[in-house]
């Protein structure tokens, strides 16, 4: 899909088929109901810890897109009162 999307190429029909997933997968998913919310951001943040592998076999662009998730999720919890 990343690739389509830089070319510009996704259609409809690519959107239709990725939401039909993603609506797939949470039908199926499992609700997790008790979860340690102040151990969160340290489990978020250990995504970091994979950025050699992801830019070995990835490529550098998936670095920058973890690295914006853990920034935007840190920000987020910085602006909430989860925490």
Do not use: C, W
């Not at 039909?20 to 951001?41: M, Q, S």
């Amino acid at each position: 899909m990343d690739v389509l999307l830089k070319a510009n190429s996704v259609t409809e029909t690519d959107i239709q088929r990725l939401a039909k997933k993603i609506a797939g997968f949470h039908k199926n998913a499992r609700v997790i109901y008790a979860k340690d919310l102040e151990a969160f951001p340290n489990e978020f943040d250990d995504l970091g810890n994979e950025k050699e592998y992801v830019s070995t076999y990835l490529s550098s662009d998936t670095v920058i897109i973890i690295n914006h998730a853990i920034e935007a999720s840190n920000e987020f919890i910085r602006n909430t009162n989860v925490f």
